[in-house]
């Protein structure tokens, strides 16, 4: 007769029997929201690994409004984008370990001539240069070759918010009390975008539509949204920076 620690040949142990009913029970549920249609599941990742940077395309999950296809460039383990911007062409971020370029092969390298140890978490343009404030409450500016030295100064960030003066944005009463807002933008075909600490939101006209991370947000944004010079919009994530293509609907 077998031991209790030595199951007879053809016959699983009980830890076996047990990953097996899990197991079994997963792929049941998966085929149960497959099936019903109203329940969303996560998106699939497709991940590619360049260097020291990944980049990240996630499909739309099943349930979502529209496909959106966001390119992520992460920042590794709690390494948050506080902020990013345009200048002559190139997207600077502003992260924990730096001032970053992200180059067009989706590689991250430091900003030459960036203050050593300075940690930026403003980004703006200031009389045809780029300025960043510092977490210690000083500036530096870029005239586009080099960067001053970081000055002791008293001063405010502009907010996240690039709205025409003209813009309407009574819509987003909508948003009250659902939505933790961390950033806007009017882009250039005149839909708004709201960053929220748990998802995206688009909305044109009374049309608001609300992506998280079940329709493939990478992560929770932080801040700034900015219009790329192909039109892309990125977005300053807890974890890295996302492009995302303008839907078509």
Request: charge should be negative.
């Amino acid at each position: 007769m077998p031991s209790d620690n030595h199951p007879s040949p053809g016959r699983p142990s009980d830890q076996a029997r047990i990953a097996l009913a899990v197991a079994g029970f997963g792929v049941l549920m998966l085929l149960l929201a497959l099936l019903g249609g109203g329940n969303a599941v996560p998106a699939a990742l497709h991940i590619e690994a360049t260097n020291a940077a990944q980049t990240v395309v996630a499909a739309a999950a099943l349930s979502s409004p529209a496909p959106l296809d966001w390119e992520f460039h992460g920042l590794g383990r709690r390494k948050a984008a506080h902020d990013l911007i345009f200048f002559d062409g190139v997207l600077y971020v502003a992260a924990e370990s730096g001032l970053l370029i992200l180059g067009p092969d989706g590689v991250y390298s430091l900003a030459p001539g960036f203050p050593a140890g300075a940690v930026p978490v403003r980004l703006w343009v200031n009389d045809g240069g780029l300025r960043a404030g510092l977490a210690d409450g000083q500036i530096t500016d870029y005239d586009g070759q080099t960067w001053s030295a970081p000055i002791p100064v008293a001063f405010v960030f502009p907010p996240f918010v690039q709205l025409p003066e003209d813009f309407e944005t009574g819509g987003l009463a909508a948003l009250e009390g659902t939505c933790e807002l961390r950033g806007l933008l009017a882009a250039a075909d005149g839909v708004l975008w709201v960053a929220c600490a748990d998802s995206v939101v688009r909305l044109r006209g009374d049309d608001l539509r609300r992506y998280t991370g079940l329709d493939g947000l990478p992560g929770a944004p932080t801040g700034a949204i900015r219009q790329g010079p192909d039109g892309r919009l990125w977005f300053a994530l807890e974890n890295g920076v996302a492009a995302l293509s303008l839907p078509t609907d």
